[in-house]
Every structure is written in C-alpha cells, then in structure tokens.
C-alpha cells in the first residue's frame, strides 16, 4: 500500500512539472463581471392645474448618480375638450449664484403622452424639470424620469 501512495505521489508531482499551469486553471465555461446597473423610472410632477396666468411649476429634485443621458415622459391633458394643451419642459440645475443651467428641453403642443431626452452625459448632481403652460385654461401635467 506504501509503495502505491509513493507511486501516485510521483505521478502527481510529475504531472504537475509537466503540464502547463495556465492549462489547470483553463475552463469551458465563461463569465462576465460587467453588471448593468438598473434603470430606475420616479414621477417627479403631477399638476391638475397648470394655467397660463400661473407661469410656471417646478417638479421635485432628482439626483444623479454617474453621468448619463435621462428619459422623460410627460402626460398632459387640458381642462376643456376644445382646447389643447401647450407645455414647454425645461431640464435645470441650480447653480452656486443663484441661477439655473439648461440641460434639456422640449415643447409640446396636445393632449397625449410624450417623451423627450436630457442633453446628453448630465453631470453628477441634483436637477429638476420645470414645466410652462402658454395656453388659457387648465393643464394636468405628471412627469416621469428614468434614470439609467
């Protein structure tokens, strides 16, 4: 039994001078460490009553973590049947002064859902969508943004 252990001792030593380390380590199977990380989608506006007298309406802050480009979905829908709803979008972030940079914007004229994009690679940091209704009346508005 002695001399069987010694036997299978040597074979495995020898093999082990023999054959190439990176062949020991070698596998069929592959694999990945790139995860992507999940978009995640926050309304940040619902108004039931946007009016052209009101001039304007902020939505809450959002922030954002690494650069990106955001989604928007804008859902707005006037009071009166004989009227349609007119509401510009405008994508800010305070500035240290006191004012607001522009990153994005967009205009839509009608009742439905639309959709439009921040300008693209947003720095890190905090933004909010500031909504304007030129039309006489009243204008529901939700806003959503899905942040990659």
Do not use: C
């Amino acid at each position: 039994m002695k001399k069987l252990a010694k036997a299978a001792a040597l074979a495995l030593l020898t093999a082990s001078f023999v054959i190439p380390s990176d062949a020991l380590a070698a596998s069929s199977q592959t694999s990945s460490n790139v995860v992507s990380p999940a978009s995640t989608t926050t309304q940040i506006l619902s108004v039931s009553g946007l009016g052209g007298s009101d001039g304007y309406v902020d939505s809450k802050y959002f922030y954002v973590n690494t650069p990106a480009t955001l989604s928007f979905t804008v859902t707005q829908v006037h009071n009166l049947s004989s009227r349609t709803a007119n509401v510009s979008y405008k994508v800010l972030r305070d500035n240290p002064d006191g004012t607001a940079t522009f990153w994005g914007y967009a205009k839509f004229a009608g009742n439905g859902t639309f959709t439009f994009t921040s300008d693209p690679n947003l720095p890190v940091g905090q933004y909010y969508v500031r909504a304007d209704s030129s039309e006489q009346g009243r204008t529901a508005i939700t806003v959503s943004v899905t942040i990659p």
